[in-house]
């Protein structure tokens, strides 16, 4: 994960490429990354966060576009993989935050539809509706649009535990999730409704977060436990559910871990693909990030072709459980990683036609 110059992301990167600009009445460095194009234009959520330097920005941003290659292409839907990431000198708010937001708007109208963004970690709804001031190329919001824009996090959630429970159905036979033990590992805009509902399910919440009182307030409000955040690895549960920051399975954490499934929102949660191969081994299952953690991209997806009824979304999220129940299946015909169930899928997805949504 160490980035040490532009030239040594983007020539260790797949993708088509990036565009940089550096934004100086802020100090921001922005950058949009383009993966492939394949099966449709770029999409993705713009990023808002403070890096190291401005090369592990671009790296993030180069990472997180690939995985969103794989997801529309997992799901089936007709873009390609991008992303944009804002890489601010420091956290952003008010009139400094909106004037970044709308330059940035401005900056995706010079591309002219090359890339179209959304909602990611560190940008809000209200961020989404700032751009889309400014611009078109952005997912779920109009200018003119009446309603509030939509916050993808909800429904990313609800796939999660549509895939918590296909893996648990994977390992037991479906029993449901009455007394299964879920520690999520970051209470934000996706942990803290999956917390809601897998408390609803029956489940029991185990709640980490650097912000230990927003871990706090999503534990009590669901009758769960907090845990410290450098206890979430070693401590035991059914389920270990990343909802943060990626790379959090690696050569030194899955050794540590004491759970029977990892399936949660977190992009790109496994440091390098041998870390698929190394869970495996510890007899845990892996539910593909970019599969399991699809269900806002594809609600945007699906609002963007004009589909407005929450419920009808709401089931076809649901169905992403279908999707790993078959990928796990699949990963046991072959005696392989489910990552490499899943990436069998993309890669003919990518070749094949374009896609149906
Ligand atoms: N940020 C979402 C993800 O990582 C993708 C997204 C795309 C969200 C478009 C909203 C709109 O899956």
Known sequence: MEARSFEDVLEGWDGIGAVVRYDRPSGTWIFVALHDDTRGRPVGGCRMKVYETPAAGLLDATRLARGMTHKWASIDFDFGGGKAVLAVPHPMEGEARAGLLR???RFLNTLQGAYATGEDMGTTPEDMRVIAGETEWVMGVSRDDPEPPADP?????????AGIEAAMAHLDGGAGL?????LIQGAGDVGAPLAR???DAGARVLVADLDEERAAAVAGEVGGEVVAPEAVYATECHVFAPCAVGAVLNRSTIPLLRCRIVAGSANNQLEEDEDAERLRERGILYAPDYVVNAGGAMAFGLINKGLTAREEIEARVRRLGESLTEIFAEADRGEETPLAAARRKVEAMLAGASGAG
């Open 197 to 199: 509902l897998l408390a």
């Open 103 to 105: 330059r940035f708007g």
């Open 178 to 182: 009455e007394g299964t033990s879920v």
């Open 153 to 161: 996090g909800p429904f990313t959630a609800l796939g999660v535990l």
